[in-house]
């Protein structure tokens, strides 16, 4: 045997041993989610908006490191929906992502899906939200990762841990907003309001008995798991008279920084230790955007809550307002970001990769598409649209993971470049029009199994240059370098820091500037990176890599038709004389025969009812 597919194999079964040994130490879980149209007022109106279980935000994950969560997701509402588990790498489980049209079809209206969440090495904060246009605006919420059993925070327990959910509220429809955007082909409407868990704050006169409030108690100290889920801006957030430790971000542990305020990207997480040191009184925590982009509008209120200490004291007729840096402070925003480092302790090690098999350049621009008749709303009549390597992605016709698995051909091609396909100074005052225009497609860039991978994203400032928040699925990866103009493949890598980076899963691309990750691709699936702010998404994302290794993929899962089946309730079930655990099987009752089949999520079970048996390959709808 060839000593490369020697070691590509012990590889994998080194992997395959690592999942096994890492879920058998965790719990498992089952949870049942409704995704509903749920009424709520805010701003003086009310509207309906799609919720999981009613909740908004959605009801929080609670769990530890090592154990594994099932939720039924059924959707109710109209639109099509799927859940993406931001941050959690879902190792040889990229069937449950959630990305639509990447990792799975959306999960139709009236159907449901079941995910399988498998927290192997996460610990800290993450969040999952839909991953379907815009019903990520309201269906979003925390996922509290603890150490496993035996272990401990790398700080002291705190006396409580809070939620901390930045977000945004519409008055309008959201979905009908977007599909104005995408018909009109121009940028979507900025939102109403900001909001802190849900709610706008003490700045909107109407939401001020609505404020949300937590109370504190003198010489405890908190964590705050504060998530970004806001659809466009990064956040400016601050506690008046109050220090924050930074502590974490992203699911893993950074070295603590003392701050009076933080700057979080959206789709972001910070762990911040707050310690009630202060006089007993009532202090507002305050959030507003931090915007780089010139003439795009954007919203600059300011969203609050209210801290209250506990105890025996005249609350103030105004609370203490803390001090926030100036909505275009790029310094500030620098300032803090660069503080970011990996805690990179015995216990919580980095593995940062010194070198790479391969690298990416790859410029990240707002661009434009002609309209018929300069009809469109976007400038002279045209179309926004936004690329990678000035390759504007469109959606397949099925998603492109299982295009990939069944080596469908004609979804996507290969093709993804390294390199932008000319060179030009991206990020200079005034750009040629004839830059702006894309080309469109489906390409994804292939990369080795276990191979490492450096990217580096240059942004551009074609059509008003802004930060550019960026994610990858299905890992995690070290920032190792940053800076403003074009990205120098000689000088600047001399600078990355590879001792202790953040070991992160999003990171904000400086306005006309650059950002450097590397990771090792050790994760068989085919991950997205996208462009994160709204502006963006409306227009395009961005595909880049799939990594080698269907055959180490379990089988593909589908979708459960509502109308046509339900899940039948109950505990551990037969099937002959074997048990059946629930993580692997449930029980799916068919309305018109009352036939009951044991339907599999394993790609290793077969399955049996009265309809006979089936083929075993996870596939979940019956008729």
């Not at 940028?187 to 700045?203: M, R, V, W, Y």
């Not at 103030?316 to 503080?339: E, I």
């Not at 038709?561 to 099987?585: I, M, T």
Request: include cysteine.
């Amino acid at each position: 045997m060839e000593p490369r597919k020697k070691g590509l194999i012990l590889q994998l079964l080194g992997l395959v041993l690592l999942e096994l040994l890492c879920l058998c130490l965790g719990e498992t879980y089952h949870f049942k989610w409704n995704i509903t149209k749920t009424s709520y007022t805010r701003l003086n109106s009310t509207k309906k908006i799609l919720t999981v279980n009613g909740q908004f935000p959605g009801p929080a994950l609670h769990v530890r490191k090592g154990d594994r969560v099932f939720i039924n997701v059924a959707n109710y509402g109209t639109y099509n929906i799927t859940l993406h588990w931001h941050g959690v790498k879902q190792l040889r489980n990229p069937w449950s992502d959630g990305p639509e049209y990447i990792t799975q079809c959306p999960v139709q209206a009236g159907a449901n899906f079941t995910y399988e969440i498998n927290f192997i090495t996460e610990e800290g904060t993450l969040w999952y939200h839909a991953h379907s246009d815009w019903s990520r605006a309201t269906v979003h919420g925390a996922i509290f990762i603890y150490p496993k059993l035996g272990a401990s925070y790398p700080f002291p327990k705190p006396y409580s841990e809070v939620p901390i959910i930045l977000g945004n509220w519409y008055k309008g429809d959201v979905m009908e907003i977007i599909e104005t955007a995408l018909e009109g082909g121009g940028e979507p409407n900025k939102s109403d309001a900001h909001t802190i868990n849900g709610q706008p704050g003490a700045l909107y006169s109407s939401s001020k008995a609505g404020m949300f409030k937590m109370e504190m108690q003198k010489g405890k100290t908190y964590l705050l798991r504060i998530i970004n889920a806001g659809m466009n801006e990064e956040m400016f957030f601050s506690i008046a008279n109050h220090s924050l430790k930074v502590v974490g971000s992203d699911g893993g542990y950074l070295k603590p920084i003392k701050t009076a305020y933080i700057m979080i990207t959206p789709g972001q997480t910070m762990d911040c230790l707050l310690k009630a040191d202060q006089t007993l009184s009532h202090y507002y925590m305050a959030a507003k955007a931090y915007s780089s982009a010139d003439g795009v509008a954007y919203n600059n209120s300011t969203t609050t809550a209210i801290i209250k200490y506990k105890g025996s004291y005249t609350p103030p007729s105004s609370p203490f307002f803390p001090t926030l840096p100036d909505y275009n402070d790029t310094d500030a925003a620098t300032n803090y970001t660069s503080l970011l480092r990996s805690l990179a302790s015995k216990d919580h090690p980095v593995d940062v990769p010194k070198s790479f098999d391969i690298r990416v350049y790859t410029t990240i621009s707002v661009n434009i598409l002609p309209c018929a008749n300069n009809s469109c709303d976007g400038p002279g009549g045209s179309r926004f649209s936004t690329s990678l390597n000035n390759i504007s992605f469109r959606n397949p016709s099925i998603d492109i993971l299982q295009a990939y698995y069944k080596r469908i051909k004609g979804v996507y091609k290969t093709n993804f470049p390294d390199d932008p396909p000319y060179y030009f100074n991206f990020t200079a005052d005034e750009l040629p029009s004839n830059l702006s225009t894309p080309k469109v497609g489906t390409k994804v860039k292939v990369v080795d199994f276990n191979s490492t991978v450096e990217v580096v994203f240059q942004g551009t400032n074609l059509n008003s240059g802004e930060n550019h928040p960026m994610h990858l699925h299905g890992f995690s990866f070290y920032w190792v370098g940053w800076g403003f103009g074009n990205f120098n493949k000689t000088t600047d890598p001399k600078g990355y820091n590879l001792v202790d980076p953040p070991e992160i899963n999003t990171v904000g691309v400086p306005k006309n500037g650059w950002a450097a990750i590397r990771f090792r691709a050790n994760n068989p699936e085919a991950p997205l990176e996208f462009v994160g702010t709204v502006r963006e998404q409306v227009m395009a994302r961005g595909q880049l890599s799939t990594v080698q290794g269907d055959s180490m993929l379990p089988a593909i899962k589908e979708v459960v038709e509502l109308d046509d089946l339900q899940l039948a309730e109950g505990g551990p079930h037969l099937e002959g004389n074997r048990q059946l655990d629930l993580g692997r099987f449930f029980r799916v009752l068919n309305k018109e025969t009352n036939a009951i089949r044991f339907v599999s999520f394993s790609d290793e079970a077969r399955v049996s009812g009265s309809g006979g048996d089936l083929d075993g390959d996870g596939i979940t709808v019956i008729h």
